[in-house]
């Protein structure tokens, strides 16, 4: 089975500072792995994806992670926050099943950006 | 999101009552989720379904059953409300676990 951890359930930056959220992952196979972002009130939307091709991988809104399996992480960054990345990042973890193992979620990082 | 509608987005109900959340996808998508997310809990699965009649239960399915007539819609209820049950419930599609999930806008749920 899956897990994953991030670390730092709340994150805090200056506006057009480097944003990094940290994710680690277990699974006993080559994964699936998500960035997810929720802004308030809404659902959660796809930032990014890492499925097995091109380990730096590029997302919306100018985020990018990086899949490094000797570390099993998949940190999320941003090289100049904005006021408007203020929301929860969940990271996530596929092995490839679906079912209740489909997609397992860390329990989130809340992102806030200080002027 | 496109393809995928919950109903209502906010409900207050009294304790005790039944409540039913409805989940609808135009996607064709095989799997179908609910969540629900509270508060230093983060997304917790109540039940989930791989096809029509085919469904199962998540981490947190006491108090909650499903039902999945038709390919496009899922449906969550409660069959008497507690306070407990007072969140924010998010349905999810997948078909290919190597695009992810699709989530819905959620139903803020409030039981009084």
């Known amino acids: 089975a899956q897990s994953v951890t991030q670390l730092g359930s709340h994150v805090s930056v200056s506006e057009g500072a480097l944003v990094l959220l940290r994710c680690n992952y277990s699974?006993?196979?080559?994964?699936?792995l998500f960035w997810y972002v929720q802004y308030p009130n809404q659902g959660l939307q796809l930032l990014l994806k890492y499925t097995s091709a091109a380990t730096l991988v590029k997302g919306i809104n100018g985020f990018e992670a990086e899949f490094k399996k000797s570390e099993t992480s998949f940190h999320l960054t941003k090289p100049s926050a904005h006021m408007s990345d203020a929301a929860e990042y969940f990271c996530a973890v596929s092995d490839g099943g679906g079912g209740a193992d489909g997609l397992t979620f860390g329990k989130g990082t809340h992102l806030i950006i200080q002027p | 999101d496109a393809g995928i509608t919950q109903s209502p987005r906010h409900k207050v109900t009294e304790t005790g009552t039944p409540v039913t959340l409805r989940c609808h996808q135009t996607?064709?998508?095989?799997?179908m989720y609910w969540y629900r997310q509270d508060p230093g809990h983060g997304l917790r699965l109540i039940h989930y379904s791989y096809g029509v009649k085919d469904t199962d239960k998540g981490e947190v399915s006491d108090g909650y059953s499903v039902s999945r007539s038709k390919t496009e819609d899922f449906l969550l209820t409660l069959e008497s409300a507690t306070s407990s049950q007072t969140s924010v419930y998010f349905c999810a599609i997948s078909e290919n676990m190597g695009d992810g999930y699709t989530f819905g806008s959620g139903t803020r749920l409030t039981v009084v």
């Open positions: 699974s006993s196979v080559p994964p699936y």
């Open positions: 996607e064709n998508h095989r799997y």
